[in-house]
């Protein structure tokens, strides 16, 4: 079985680009076609002859049209066996249906308005379509369905050489239909499932991209994305450069991540998905020039992430160094111009406004999941637990810290001062380590600095270390068993150190 020729059509969409020039096409190749609703009003203001569903089945729309294309009449077209079935279609009036061109309502469209309330969001399921494109697609053998507006050229450039669809075509047309209504049923599913805070989840991804490479040239990988969310590094807008690879991917997801987390001018530099310099200021230009002031050695080859619009005083500064990603919510004309110098630079508008609430990682087996790390701390959260109180400038300081402290991976030790990072000891498998690490990067800006530490303290040795330095000031959660011989040890070298209760590990 090969070639099926299209002689009649159904048409029923909720997203209509496209669909009058393909209704258009159909009529040149005196295809009948039967419509619904909108669809069928939009092609009567065309003048394009149609049958409405009504005079097929002999029923009126129901319901407030939730019934409408639910009868025998369309559904025997469609799932009818020619071979088998032909007899029995004759006695019951159906005419068989060779072409079903349906999409649904905008159900995720339509949950994306947090105002929306649950009577409203349930009207947006559709029930309808996914019936009669589920029908025609396990009935491809006769039927060639289409749900998306991309293959409307392919169903004409079929029609214009063949009259109809080719096996293959409607298979492949079919497998896409499969694929879909799963996805739109497991984003109805997720959607009651949060209603009611159930432990279940079904995950949809959709091919993003091919990726050169994993994390090492050995290595295959793959972009995947979540239908449902169309916001994230993989939806940002790439004016610039060669394809993100894995690593970039995840080292841009580091920085943005972490620059979303003020509202002044802020900028972030990522190094192996770790921030090795962050400063907000009064202007995006100081922002900066004050985060790669922090660690230059390190921000080469690393990421950029602004919160601001990226100016040409910025990007000719930027085209200075070498860089991977720049990421900022805008670019000027002028800024496009100077890196497009720099043909292998990597340019990605991304709004920092988007907000996703839950985080995973795939482990053998399985998937973890969690809130991401939401929490911000105010200056009534600190608990001065020493002697000596840190003044108002570092109280600032500390709460700058915090926020940058979250994106480190642990053990994480963060010294900052002036509301940018001077030093920073990530990812050690000792507390020890991470102090020494951070003092080192600090070196001779660590004056008149404080030190934030993502979890207690064990000991009191780390405090005799970091008194050596010019270190004021500590933010830390506490919780040890030995938080008085630290405190102890704080007071003794006139430091000052406050409590969070808070811990912000990152693993």
């Given at each position: 079985?090969?070639?099926?020729?299209?002689?009649r059509?159904?048409?029923?969409?909720?997203?209509?680009?496209?669909?009058?020039?393909?209704?258009?096409?159909?009529?040149?190749?005196?295809?009948e076609i039967?419509?619904?609703?909108g669809?069928?009003?939009?092609?009567?203001?065309?003048n394009?002859?149609?049958?409405?569903?009504?005079?097929?089945?002999?029923?009126?729309?129901?319901?407030?049209?939730?019934?409408?294309?639910?009868?025998?009449?369309?559904?025997?077209?469609?799932?009818?066996?020619?071979?088998?079935?032909?007899?029995?279609?004759?006695?019951?009036?159906?005419?068989?249906?060779?072409?079903?061109?349906?999409?649904?309502?905008?159900?995720?469209?339509a949950?994306?308005?947090?105002?929306?309330?649950?009577?409203?969001?349930?009207?947006?399921?559709?029930?309808?379509?996914?019936?009669?494109?589920?029908?025609?697609?396990?009935?491809?053998a006769?039927?060639?369905?289409?749900i998306?507006?991309?293959?409307?050229?392919?169903v004409?450039?079929?029609?214009?050489?063949?009259?109809?669809?080719?096996?293959?075509?409607?298979?492949?047309?079919?497998?896409?239909?499969?694929?879909?209504?799963?996805?739109?049923?497991?984003?109805?599913?997720?959607?009651?499932?949060?209603?009611?805070?159930?432990?279940?989840?079904?995950?949809?991804?959709?091919?993003?991209?091919?990726?050169?490479?994993?994390?090492?040239?050995?290595?295959?990988?793959?972009a995947y994305?979540?239908?449902?969310?169309?916001?994230?590094?993989?939806?940002?807008?790439?004016?610039?450069?060669?394809?993100?690879?894995?690593n970039?991917?995840?080292?841009?997801?580091?920085?943005?991540?972490?620059?979303?987390?003020?509202?002044?001018?802020?900028?972030?530099?990522?190094?192996?998905?770790?921030?090795?310099?962050?400063?907000?200021?009064?202007?995006?230009?100081?922002?900066?020039?004050?985060?790669?002031?922090?660690?230059?050695?390190?921000?080469?080859?690393?990421?950029?992430a602004?919160?601001?619009?990226?100016?040409?005083?910025?990007?000719?500064?930027?085209?200075?160094?070498?860089?991977?990603?720049?990421?900022a919510?805008?670019?000027?004309?002028?800024?496009?111009?100077?890196?497009?110098?720099?043909?292998?630079?990597?340019?990605?508008?991304?709004?920092?406004?988007?907000?996703?609430?839950?985080?995973?990682?795939f482990?053998?087996?399985?998937?973890l999941?969690?809130?991401?790390?939401?929490?911000?701390?105010?200056?009534?959260?600190?608990?001065?637990?020493?002697?000596?109180?840190?003044d108002?400038?570092?109280?600032?300081?500390?709460?700058?810290?915090?926020r940058?402290?979250?994106?480190?991976?642990?053990?994480g030790?963060?010294?900052?001062?002036?509301?940018?990072?001077?030093?920073?000891?990530?990812?050690?498998?000792?507390?020890?380590?991470?102090?020494?690490?951070?003092?080192?990067?600090?070196?001779?800006?660590?004056?008149?600095?404080?030190?934030?530490?993502?979890?207690?303290?064990?000991?009191?040795?780390?405090?005799?270390?970091?008194?050596?330095?010019?270190?004021?000031?500590?933010?830390?959660?506490?919780?040890?068993?030995?938080?008085?011989?630290?405190?102890?040890?704080?007071?003794e070298?006139?430091?000052?150190?406050?409590?969070?209760?808070?811990?912000?590990?990152?693993?």
């Open positions: 079985m090969t070639t099926i020729p299209i002689k059509a159904l048409l029923s969409v909720s997203d209509k680009a496209g669909i009058i020039e393909l209704a258009s096409k159909l009529i040149e190749f005196n295809v039967i419509s619904t609703g669809t069928s009003k939009l092609l009567q203001q065309a394009i002859p149609h049958r409405q569903i009504e005079e097929v089945t002999g029923m009126t729309e129901m319901l407030d049209g939730r019934v409408k294309t639910l009868h025998p009449k369309i559904h025997g077209g469609i799932l009818g066996r020619r071979d088998v079935h032909a007899k029995e279609a004759v006695v019951h009036h159906i005419d068989w249906i060779d072409l079903v061109v349906v999409n649904f309502y905008p159900f995720a469209d949950i994306k308005n947090k105002k929306m309330d649950w009577d409203e969001a349930v009207e947006y399921i559709d029930i309808g379509g996914p019936t009669m494109v589920r029908a025609a697609a396990k009935n491809f006769w039927v060639s369905v289409v998306d507006s991309v293959d409307y050229a392919d004409i450039h079929a029609l214009h050489h063949q009259q109809g669809l080719t096996f293959d075509a409607r298979k492949k047309l079919a497998q896409k239909v499969f694929a879909m209504t799963a996805a739109y049923d497991a984003m109805i599913n997720n959607y009651f499932l949060e209603q009611d805070d159930e432990q279940e989840i079904h995950l949809q991804l959709k091919k993003h991209s091919e990726l050169r490479y994993g994390e090492n040239p050995h290595q295959k990988a793959r994305q979540l239908p449902a969310i169309q916001s994230g590094i993989l939806a940002a807008q790439q004016h610039q450069g060669k394809p993100l690879s894995y970039n991917i995840l080292d841009a997801e580091a920085a943005f991540t972490c620059v979303r987390e003020f509202t002044s001018p802020a900028c972030v530099i990522v190094k192996h998905a770790n921030p090795c310099g962050v400063a907000v200021a009064q202007h995006i230009e100081e922002a900066f020039e004050y985060a790669l002031s922090a660690d230059r050695v390190s921000a080469f080859g690393g990421i950029i602004l919160n601001r619009s990226c100016t040409a005083t910025l990007a000719e500064i930027i085209a200075q160094i070498f860089v991977e990603v720049i990421i919510p805008e670019f000027s004309q002028e800024a496009l111009a100077i890196f497009a110098a720099k043909p292998n630079l990597r340019v990605l508008q991304l709004s920092s406004e988007s907000k996703d609430d839950w985080e995973m990682k482990i053998t087996g399985g998937v999941m969690q809130e991401k790390d939401r929490q911000i701390i105010s200056a009534n959260d600190l608990q001065v637990v020493t002697v000596l109180s840190p108002q400038h570092e109280v600032d300081t500390m709460l700058f810290s915090w940058v402290l979250k994106h480190i991976k642990s053990n030790i963060l010294i900052a001062k002036n509301n940018r990072t001077v030093g920073i000891g990530a990812g050690q498998v000792s507390r020890i380590d991470a102090v020494d690490l951070a003092v080192r990067k600090a070196a001779d800006n660590i004056a008149g600095s404080i030190l934030a530490s993502d979890a207690f303290f064990p000991f009191r040795d780390n405090i005799d270390r970091v008194a050596k330095t010019d270190i004021r000031a500590i933010i830390q959660p506490g919780g040890s068993v030995r938080d008085e011989e630290v405190i102890a040890a704080c007071n070298h006139k430091i000052a150190m406050v409590f969070t209760g808070k811990r912000c590990f990152r693993h």
